[in-house]
């Protein structure tokens, strides 16, 4: 079938309007109607070249919330009518070990949503900033939300998995101190995801101006990293700190603000390396410094379920279909509070 999407041919030339092909739903397939997708600094990465590998034609998007058109014949987790999300992956393995455990995320298999490997045309996959997407049932969420939400689900298929599973996996919850550095799209989920586990959150933030949004989104306290007297006001007392910054910058300061066999867990990816930490601040307190890469699909499905019951969505600003250039432009400048949302209806408008 032939849809339309917002793809670009090559790294230098401006997203525009393009007609993609989308397989025939299959025995396991679920076919959706997209109507929002979310727009995630990875998908300007990987449409520009910045990461190394892109394949053109390039259509980004994996923030997916839409309704389902059809399903295969041996399909019974979805129906047509449900409303369902699509995350970051649409295939794996299925049989190693993270497979099995439900972490398809770590699977050496994984196929992102967009630009990777595919036996349907061009050969590599096609995102979310088109009309319908065709997607094997295993890689179909539930959305619970209610509908007129469903904009503002669509980033929680990134932006909020990403951030909810270091706060699971390091327990974030009563009686611990959880810091998240950073206030923007991965950010402004942790503060709301952190508070809603009943952590103490701090933000830490390089903006005066953030504070009150900040508080406004769940944070007990905000600390502007730039002044080091805050900082010193918390050394060696946090149990988890998420940083999301995706910029390259100093880790150190942060390191020291954790207890003795505290973690600081980065989620932000920086398009070069952050300067290497002083090896000390991990030895004199057994401190951790790790990585987490969104969820596996039992997780994913968790965290929309823990959104729905806590009232959590993502704060958005909708754009138009041909103002994407626009969006990547003001997204580069921080200028977003804090995700923008593609309305796919205006496509062909």
Known sequence: MTVLAYGTPAA?????????????????DVQIDILFCGICHSDLHQARSEWAGTLYPCVPGHEIVGRVAAVGGHVGSHKVGDLVGVGCMVDSCQHCADCDEGLENYCDGMVGTYNGPSPDAPGHTLGGYSQQVVVHERYVLKVSHPEEQLAAVA??????????????????GPGKKVGVVGIGGLGHMGLKLAHAMGAHVVAFTTSESKRADALALGADEVVVSRHPEEMAAHAKSFDFILNTVAAPHDLDPFLGLLK??????????????????????????????????????????????????????SDIEMIRAEQIETAYERMLKGDVKYRFVMDIATMGQ
């Open 260 to 313: 003795r066999d505290g973690t600081m867990t980065l989620v932000g990816a920086p398009a070069s390396p952050h300067p290497s930490p002083n090896v000390f601040g991990f030895i004199t307190k057994r401190r951790s410094l790790a990585g987490s890469m969104i969820g596996g699909i039992p997780e994913t499905q968790e965290m929309l379920d823990f959104c729905a019951e806590h009232g959590i969505t």
């Open 155 to 172: 980033p929680l298929l990134c932006a909020g998995i990403t951030t909810y599973s270091p706060l699971r996996h390091w327990q974030a």
């Open 12 to 28: 230098d030339t401006p997203l525009s309007q393009m007609e993609i092909i989308r397989r025939a739903p299959g025995p396991h």
